[in-house]
């Protein structure tokens, strides 16, 4: 036994530079394909879940959520903010961190980044939305909003949908060269376009993911042709929407958890009993999905704790034996539970001065 208690409960934690590592050594589709089938699996299981409506912050300039979620035997939260005008002052629009922890015992399993793990579970939300409401004959993708987002949900949409042909429109005709910069070398066909009507010609899934904290009007009725799944991610917070409400009215619309999304999502302008589907009653076999090759189907994505909960234990199994961790003296856990105050007399008495026993007293 050493001299001292040890003190701690080590917390592994994945950095940024780890998780880069993670993804390169898995290959982003593997990582992609395992998320989407964790997160349909979790879905799928949708009534063991304690759920709530994410706690949102909201400022002029952005919001800032916490997104906590159960299923009784582990627990999650994540911290993330969605700040359109950020990229003006080169910082991201996105960024966010999170906790798996147990809850028998309330202490954390896992400590990780999770900007690029939201990105890559939006992506495989989208791919999974897009699996079960698109044509089974769909080929075709505009990607409308060509930001951070953007080449996960090119990614996965292809990995996890077969889809191989890309239409591109940005206003912001840098972020499109971006994207197209950072996908050359796949197979993927990829078609730079001049404004949305062009990106959606021919496209049998539509995914927007633009970032303007406003009532944006991305696709009009007029653009929206029968048949077509469109993915709305990008109006995630309230005052913040991309579809036209008439595309709405035409489409039927499918969603995460329906009180949060009538909040943030694009149907916060419908009337609040509007029907729509919650995606785990599709996979539950207790609503259906697509019915006719005609229908027009949105899923109004606007990220739900449940998917960062399958991410994060997702990680969890994917980081067992690997170097891809770092521990992490987050949870002071003295040997015996109830000496926490003797922590500070113990390192007092390693390190010298300002004892507790010698500190003089405070009148
Ligand atoms: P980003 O700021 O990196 O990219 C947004 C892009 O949209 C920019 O390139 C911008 O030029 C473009 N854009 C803005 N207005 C446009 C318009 N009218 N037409 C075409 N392009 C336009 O942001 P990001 O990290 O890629 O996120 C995109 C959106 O997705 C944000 O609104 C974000 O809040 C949302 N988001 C949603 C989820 C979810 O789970 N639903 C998760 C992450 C991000």
Redesign the pocket.
Known sequence: MSGFPSDKALVPFVSVENMLALIHRCGIDRCLIELTDAIAADFARWQMFHKAPRVASHSATGVIELMPISDGVSYSFKFVN?H?S??KREL???TAFGVLASVATGYPKLFSEMTLL??LR?AA?SALATRMLARSDSSTAAI???????EFQIRALAAVCGITSFRL????KL?TQRCVANLSGTALKLKVCGC?EAAIEGADVVTT????KSH?T?LTDNLVGAGVHVNA?????PG?TELHRDVLLRSDIFVEHAEQTRIEGDIQQLDPDHPVTEIWEVMAGVAPGRIRADQITVFD???FAI?DFSALRWLWSAVQDTTVTEQLDLIADPDDPRDLFGMIRRYSERNGSNSPSTASTIN
Not at 209 to 212: S, V, W
Request: with cysteine.
């Open positions: 969605g359109p950020n990229v991201q629009t996105v939201t990105a939006t939300t409308i909003g060509n930001g951070a987002q953007s429109y940005d206003i912001d972020a949305v993911c633009t970032a303007d944006q991305i991610i990008g109006g995630d917070c913040k994505g606007v990220g998917e």
